[in-house]
């Protein structure tokens, strides 16, 4: 005789309802909760969590919302639109340096793919559309065009732990980026300095000879207070970086007198006495009047980072020094190795060769 299976959800003799045992799908957390007051309706949500649990889903913060009774209800998949997904963005990203930057790639985003959208039916090729007929209009490049992906893509992970969806996020693709290489020579950078005090514009120029001795970021330096500054000391610490908390640099005695000089006329609490934003601007008009091709401020940071690989630090000391998360991002993107440094290499490998005699002929 065949026994029968027993039911996922059962009575309990001291409380009211229907309970079950749920675990979480990492297998962290498991809980008994109440599901329902009724049978059928306790097996309706103990479907819906183990559901849940097989697409990778089922939270311990999910546990919660079943024993709250909050997701009891099976949710409307046709409710959920782009523009829930950009709404539970908002309130979830609101504090990240980079929000600003969402919003306004959000408000373009929207005139080429509805914010009435349902999760439930978008697509990857709606999105690739989207995309190719916004790169037309607007004349975008490649790499402006990932950002908008990499934002639609990260909207939809966070809309996967609340509604369903058609596509996986994963399935959004960012095609890698042409990395440029510019990096600036010293005769450039000193060019630069002295066109911009020639022009009176002391803040750039001051900001141009840090950049380049420091390698940060130049957001970095807009937010550096004289109270991260420790001159006698000999060194500064930039905080709250795009790679998270902050980081430490003893400085050389040129960077020290550098800033040293620019304290005595310093006029606030921060370093710059005018906004980055400024400054970077006084920046981009010398790069323009020297006529240097294809320059960019960060080509600054980068040019830093591509002095001292080329010089022989090691990738992991100029990776403490740029603050990179990613080591393979500052091999790929800030170094471009020079034409004598690959013939030196070569001549490296030349010295183990045993040449033939020379056999030319008149």
Known sequence: MLRRSPLPVTKRP??????????????????????????????????AAQDLKARGLLTPERLDDFRSGRRYKAPNPERATLATAWAEWQ??????????ADVSRWKVLVQYLPESTPLASLSVRQIDEAILELRRDRGIKPGGANRYKALIRAMLRLAADHHELRLDPSKIKTPREASRQRVLSHQETEALVSHLQDKGDLEAAFAVRFLVGTACRSGELGRLLWTDVDLRAGNLIFRETKAGGSRMLDLPSGLVALLRDKKRRAEGARVLDRSIKRVSQQIREGIQALGFTDTRIHDLRRTAASRMLEAGIDARTVQSITGHADLQMLLRVYHSPSAKRRREALDVLQSGIALPPDSRRE
């Not at 229907?18 to 479907?47: D, H, N, P």
């Not at 309130?91 to 600003?100: P, T």
Request: charge should be positive; aromatic fraction near 10%.
């Open 91 to 100: 309130a979830a990203k609101s504090e990240k340096r980079s929000f600003r």
């Open 14 to 47: 001291d409380k009211p309802g229907w309970w079950a045992s749920l675990t979480s799908s990492c297998g962290t957390r498991r809980i008994r909760v109440k599901l329902g007051r009724t049978r059928a309706e306790a097996l309706q949500a103990w479907t």
